[in-house]
């Protein structure tokens, strides 16, 4: 076995182009997913945070060349995941799979639950018929359901059941590596925790690898060794879930963490109100991708494009948390404070008024 | 008396497959500029019982019974009978609407200023121009960016926050006492999210308006709300100031609904806690109590008999659960998840 994480993500680029006229001709590129890096170990889980539009589904589906990416690098298991073709790339695609957030629309309503599963089985050419039907109904019962339900059709269960039914079929090809694209964001709260307990479980017991991609914040941190958070193509801020969450050092992911709505009046944090919108992906700000809704931007912010920073694993893109870390002596949790209070303090200042 | 007064609401629906009761005798009250919360899963009747409100509850769903008291300078009119020209006068005249999606429910080829001046010509005899004022003014009290020049265009020109933001003027435009607000920052990011309910909260603050907020969010119930009632399975199962209900939930149901949500701060070992099965649809609501088949403290056989009453077991604090006052250790559930 190798030493190298299982999946490698470098500079990973995804561009989509953005075509008008007559003649269709590309006047510019949605830039969904621009330069992204991670690497994930075995049996390890890495959150992807972010809002609608950061390119954080993108990133996911362009990992198992569902989109493909046109850019950088994906290793997978020490492969170089772009550059295979064909039987190899079919091969390599049995060990990693996809769970889809909408269980509603990612499951064929004409099959039943049994020709769902074994599908990817007969497109890989596994086992003899008998040996798929026991692969079929270890994966479904591995999720909690029954062969009682491998002769009914998707609609004949409820959110949570379909959710099962998607992981099962993730899981009949014995992958390595699986990612979970908000799978548990159409689901009701009550059934959440069900599809989260049952992730969590089947990761320790196959030895499976995630992406988790999610916005849920309190679900990232509980499911993931080590959170990623994105914001207009780019990852932002990187580090161990506790670290992250401890300690934040971006201006965003305060701002996204201050922002979360808590039941627990000594859990919430002094709310940071970001004023305006996500620009678009396709004409993305100058510098930092943030600082036209950053309340600490400065000049260089315009203009220059924040190179990493990393405190003992700890990554950050951004100017200000560089040197308030700096400041702080490396202290990641007084130059979160400190950079908390500044926030604070700058939106109070700048906060529309309508009497204007 | 409040504002709103809702008393053994019924609101069913007349499927093929027999009657549906989706809201099954539900009363709640408002006072003048207070926020209610009204909690719970898809399916509970919550988004139904706000419909009804306005009767908006499209066929073949019908009010079977129970009363809607508006209090209103000339005295209380009941919502349920009142004529319907009348009840036209209190839509977006005395009750202000924001629905969960912003996209479908503003006209696509109406400009957001004569949208907004449409609602303001229904209920007041204004010119086209104080119209266009009053629109203008409203689009700057959400503090919308730019809103002369946001008034001449269209939905689709703006993003989900502005069009929310849209959707909160038009519903305040004719300054009504109550402001119904079904789901309105779920399709919205969490700082999109922040936004919408700061500018809530402040609007309350300044122009005294009544919230109805119907959420399946409890951070967001707990961060804007003085009063919540959790609905589950179309009935009210507890109902109680915010700060009270979330420092003591007493109902089986808020305790799981709370406990199934990831503890912040520290990574919290071994699995969440879990409500198990699932919510059932109308048509299978069970018998008695309507969470037995899914609650770790039910006793059987009382808990299947009969519905329990709706009763204060501490000041101003309702819970539906005749056990609630000592509910003992819970034990496991058998619900036959994935029997199916």
Redesign the interface.
């Known amino acids: 076995m190798s030493a190298e994480p299982l999946v490698v993500v470098d500079r990973l680029q995804t561009h989509f182009p953005v075509r008008r006229g007559l003649l269709r001709r590309t006047v510019g590129h949605v830039q969904a997913v621009d330069g992204v890096s991670f690497t994930i170990d075995r049996r390890r889980t890495l959150g992807l945070v972010g809002?609608?539009g950061c390119g954080k589904t993108t990133a996911g589906r362009s990992i198992l060349r569902l989109i493909e990416p046109t850019g950088g690098a994906v290793r997978f298991d020490g492969k170089d995941v772009r550059a295979t073709r064909g039987a190899d790339l079919r091969a390599l695609r049995r060990r990693m799979q996809i769970v889809f957030q909408d269980p509603y629309g990612s499951l064929n309503p004409r099959l039943t639950v049994r020709a769902i599963l074994e599908e990817g089985l007969v497109i890989h050419r596994l086992g003899t018929a008998g040996e798929r039907e026991a692969r079929v109904l270890r994966a479904l019962e591995r999720?909690?359901?029954?062969a009682?339900?491998l002769e009914?059709y998707p609609h004949?269960?409820?959110g949570?059941?379909r959710q099962?039914i998607a992981i099962a079929r993730a899981l009949v090809l014995e992958p390595d590596f699986l990612v979970l694209d908000e799978p548990i964001s159409a689901l009701?709260?009550?059934?959440?925790?069900?599809v989260?307990?049952l992730l969590?479980?089947l990761r320790e017991r196959l030895g499976l690898t995630y992406l988790f991609i999610s916005?849920d914040?309190?679900?990232v941190?509980?499911m993931s060794d080590d959170v990623a958070v994105m914001y207009l193509g780019r990852i932002v801020e990187r580090a161990a879930?506790?670290d992250l969450?401890?300690a934040p050092l971006h201006p965003y992911t305060l701002?996204?963490f201050?922002?979360?709505?808590?039941?627990?009046?000594a859990?919430?944090r002094r709310?940071i109100?970001?004023?305006?919108?996500?620009p678009s992906p396709s004409r993305p700000p100058s510098g930092c991708r943030f600082h036209p809704r950053c309340p600490l931007a400065e000049s260089v912010c315009r203009e220059v494009d924040p190179p990493e920073v990393s405190l003992g694993g700890h990554r950050v893109h951004c100017h200000v948390a560089a040197r308030e870390v700096e400041r702080a002596g490396g202290d990641a949790a007084k130059a979160s404070a400190c950079l908390s209070g500044m926030m604070a303090a700058a939106a109070s200042d700048t906060l529309?008024?309508?009497e204007t | 008396m409040p504002l709103l007064a809702i008393h053994n609401l019924v609101t069913a629906f007349h499927t093929p497959a027999g009657r549906v009761p989706a809201v099954d005798g539900v009363s709640l009250a408002i006072d003048r500029g207070r926020t209610l919360g009204l909690v719970g899963e898809s399916g509970c009747g919550k988004s139904v019982t706000a419909m009804s409100i306005l009767r908006l509850v499209a066929a073949p769903g019908t009010i079977e019974s129970g009363t809607i008291l508006l209090d209103q300078p000339g005295g209380a009119v009941d919502l349920v009978s009142l004529p319907e020209p009348a009840l036209r006068k209190v839509r977006g005249g005395r009750i202000g609407m924001i629905f969960q999606e912003p996209m479908t429910s503003l006209n696509p080829v109406f400009t957001i200023g004569d949208q907004i001046a449409e609602a303001v010509r229904l209920h007041r005899d204004v010119t086209r121009e104080a119209a266009r004022a009053r629109a203008l003014e409203m689009l700057k009290l959400v503090r919308l960016a730019d809103p002369g020049q946001r008034l001449d265009e269209y939905p689709h020109q703006l993003s989900g926050g502005m069009r929310q933001r849209v959707m909160i003027a038009m519903a305040l435009a004719c300054e009504p006492d109550l402001v119904i607000a079904d789901e309105p920052t779920t399709a919205l990011d969490v700082t999109i999210q922040a936004q919408i309910l700061e500018l809530l909260s402040d609007l309350r603050r300044r122009l005294g308006t009544a919230i109805l907020l119907i959420t399946h969010d409890l951070g967001v119930v707990a961060e804007t709300c003085d009063d919540v009632a959790v609905m589950y399975a179309g009935r009210i199962v507890e109902q109680a100031p915010a700060t009270e209900l979330f420092a003591h939930p007493l109902h089986p149901y808020t305790i799981g609904l709370l406990a199934a949500r990831p503890a912040a701060g520290g990574r919290q070992p071994g699995p969440l806690a879990t409500i198990p099965g699932m919510v059932p649809p109308p048509q299978h609501f069970p018998e008695g109590c309507r969470f037995h088949p899914r609650c770790g403290y039910a006793r059987l056989p009382e808990c299947a008999a009969g519905p329990p009453a709706l009763r204060e077991l501490r000041p101003g604090h309702f819970v539906r659960c005749d056990f609630a006052a000592d509910l003992g250790p819970p034990h496991a559930v058998a619900t036959g998840l994935g029997a199916a």
């Open positions: 809002e609608s999720t909690g359901m029954t009682a339900a009914r004949e269960f409820s949570g059941q099962r009701d709260v009550s059934i959440q925790a069900q989260v307990n969590v479980e916005h914040l309190s679900v941190e509980y879930a506790s969450y401890r701002a996204l201050s922002a979360v709505p808590s039941v627990d009046p859990r919430r709310r109100v970001l004023s305006g919108d996500v529309p008024s309508n």
